[in-house]
Every structure is written in C-alpha cells, then in structure tokens.
C-alpha cells in the first residue's frame, strides 16, 4: 500500500542554524504534499503545502522542495528559533478537484532548537 | 474564525464503559476525518466523512469503534467496551472538499482507560 517515510526521527540544531526534513513517498499518483507542525499537547498545524505542479514554494523562513522523479519532497526551516521546536509531519495525497483519497502522514520528526 | 473543537478535551474511563467523543467542525468544511496517536506516535487513520457519500471506515481497529456524522457538521466517534490499548489522544480534522485543501485538527481528546 502508499507508504511515506520520513527522516531524520530527531533532529536537534542550534538555534539560528537550518534544519531540513525529508520524506519520500511511494504512491506515483500524490500530487499534493502538506506538512503539519504538532506542539507539545496540541494538533498537528498545517504550515506550508505544495502542488505536483511546483518545484519549490517559500513562506518566509520555511519552504518546501519537490522532487517528483525520485519522489522525494523537503522541508527546510532557515533562522530557528526555540519556537519552532515541535514534531513535523509531512503527508502525500492524491489531490483531486472533485473526489478525495486518503491522506497519508509520515511517521513524524522531532525537532528541538537548542538556545 | 473558530477552528476545529473536540469535547471533551480529557476522558478518564474503566475498562469496559463506553466512550462517546465529540467534533465539531469548521463550518463549510464537508470533509471530516478522525485519528488516533498513541503517545509519541504518528497519526493513525480511523474514519473519513465526505459530504452524503459512504463514510471510508477502513481504518477502524475493531468493532468496537464507530463514527457517525450528522450531515455536514458535528460528528461522533464511540468505543464500546473500551480497553486499555484505546488509551490515545484522538483527532479530529475538517478540510474543504478539494483535494487539494489542508487538514485542520482540532486540540484533540486524551482518552485513559484505567
């Protein structure tokens, strides 16, 4: 079945330094790619998604890079801070105007920012 | 404008009672879906409403589970007979019906079975 791997499970960098998250998915089909920053005894937040249809897309100090051939997409943070200290989910989906499939989350990498 | 809430926020049961937890979604979102975490865990697919269509229910664990939803707005997940392996925080999320529309969680629901 569709499978999304994500690496690294933990992650720590100081603060100010980058931290970039990877994650590969199975399913040729996913052509939409969001991912989820969950804190300390709350949901998971969507931060940032992308489009098969784009390489890259930015949001100040985060942004997102897609590569459909080797379906491997990226997140990377630039400027930590101990704010963005929290555990990340990507996910891939078949992105469809008109119907749904199901989403499928990565395992999760907790990220700590060390002050 | 509100986001998702779940009710209630903490539910403390034996083992063997029933459990009732409650989601209310963002309005105009048609698409609900249900999750559990298990502590330090990733996210756990149960249930997924669309609109009038049959609900995906795939991947509930066991009989034992069930979710209903009234039309396109509050929506219900039981567990019978609750067990000790139930204990999880349990989220709930509501999206447009786009494909390409984000999930929205709720804060979740800390279920202990003693």
């Known amino acids: 079945g569709e499978n999304v791997e994500q690496h690294p499970s933990t992650l720590s960098v100081q603060e100010g330094d980058s931290a970039v998250i990877k994650c590969t998915y199975s399913?040729?089909?996913?052509?939409?790619f969001p991912w989820y920053k969950q804190e300390l005894g709350k949901g998971p937040q969507l931060i940032i998604d992308?489009?098969?249809?784009?390489g890259e897309k930015k949001d100040q100090r985060i942004a997102v890079t897609l590569n459909k051939t080797a379906k491997h997409f990226s997140l990377h943070i630039t400027e930590t801070q101990p704010e963005d200290s929290a555990v990340y989910f990507c996910?891939?989906?078949?992105?469809?105007?008109?119907?749904?499939?199901?989403?499928?989350f990565g395992p999760g990498t907790s990220l700590s920012v060390i002050p | 404008g509100a986001g998702v809430s779940q009710s209630p926020s903490n539910k403390v049961t034996e083992k063997g009672k029933d459990v009732e937890l409650r989601c209310d979604p963002i309005?105009?979102?048609?698409?609900l879906y249900w999750y559990r975490q298990r502590l330090g865990q990733g996210l756990e697919f149960l249930i997924y409403?669309?609109?009038?269509?049959?609900?995906?229910k795939s991947g509930l664990p066991s009989d034992r589970f069930s979710a209903e939803r009234t039309g396109e707005s509050v929506s219900t997940l039981t567990i019978q007979r609750t067990q000790q392996e139930d204990s999880a925080v349990y989220l709930c999320?509501?999206?447009?019906?786009?494909?390409?529309?984000?999930?929205?969680f709720g804060p979740g629901t800390r279920l202990t079975v003693t």
């Open positions: 999320a509501s999206s447009l019906a786009s494909g390409f529309a984000g999930q929205y």
């Open positions: 399913d040729s089909a996913s052509n939409y």
């Open positions: 992308i489009r098969s249809n784009v």
């Open positions: 996910a891939a989906r078949r992105g469809m105007k008109t119907s749904y499939d199901k989403v499928i």
């Open positions: 309005s105009g979102h048609t698409a």
């Open positions: 409403f669309q609109g009038n269509s049959a609900p995906d």
